[in-house]
């Protein structure tokens, strides 16, 4: 069974086309984010719900919206898409613990042309 | 703020031999310290982890010691394999942050 799951796996578009990334989780876990990994493999965090609340927004463009609809679903909608947003992006979770690990989703390949 | 240091890539090895992948940190609290590997194409997967100064956590081989007098969480195993061809990342999670901070990676090389 897929823990962490993320679709589509390949992203090909145009400039200024709106795009989304939908992402679910099976773990049970009450907390997911978004990751952006850059070409140099550089990985950083853009987001995170906590049971459907956003807990945490990086200094993000507003063309990137989350959005939660329950607290396995965490997606990601990018208006008006540019060159500089190709990149491989990370959907995570994990539950609130001492012992708190996040597990990533296999990726989302997304390249603008 | 929190941030992690990782040596630069590649590092190429032969089979068997020994590898070591240095990671130190800057990091206010009591963090807990991560390695991530991603293989060609894939996501991240943890290799292992460590909560607290002095804890070692293991995996497949692969061993790192949380070292708090010296900020670090040094990767080593003792005989590589081909199959260990990789990315390799250093992450933490801060006390009260819910967020990994991630190293840069450091790609390691396998020869037959």
């Known amino acids: 069974d897929t823990a962490v799951s993320q679709t589509p796996k390949y992203l090909v578009t145009q400039m200024g086309n709106d795009k989304s990334i939908k992402c679910e989780q099976n773990?049970?876990?009450?907390?997911m984010y978004w990751y952006k990994q850059d070409s140099k493999k550089f990985l950083k965090i853009m987001f995170s719900?906590?049971?459907?609340?956003?807990?945490i927004n990086e200094t993000v463009p507003n063309r990137f919206s989350p959005k939660s609809p329950d607290k396995a679903h965490l997606n990601l909608h990018i208006n008006s898409l540019e060159l500089g947003d190709s990149a491989v992006y990370f959907c995570?979770?994990?539950?609130?613990?001492?012992?708190?690990?996040?597990?990533f989703g296999p990726g989302t390949r997304l390249l603008v042309l | 703020g929190d941030s992690v240091t990782q040596m630069e890539g590649p590092v190429t090895l032969s089979e068997e031999a020994f590898l070591t992948i240095n990671c130190t940190y800057t990091?206010?609290?009591?963090?807990?310290l991560f390695w991530y590997v991603q293989y060609p194409g894939e996501g991240l997967q943890l290799l292992l982890k460590?909560?607290?100064?002095?804890d070692k956590g293991s995996n497949k081989g692969f061993e790192a010691t949380y070292r708090k007098e010296t900020t670090s969480f040094h990767l080593e195993k003792g005989s590589v394999q081909v199959s260990d061809s990789a990315v390799y990342f250093c992450a933490l999670r801060n006390t009260g942050r819910r967020a990994l901070t991630f190293g840069s990676g450091t790609r390691l090389q396998v020869q037959p």
């Open positions: 719900y906590n049971n459907k609340e956003l807990i």
């Open positions: 990091a206010t609290g009591y963090p807990s």
């Open positions: 460590a909560t607290k100064a002095d």
């Open positions: 773990l049970g876990h009450d907390t």
């Open positions: 995570a979770s994990s539950q609130a613990g001492l012992e708190e690990t996040q597990y």
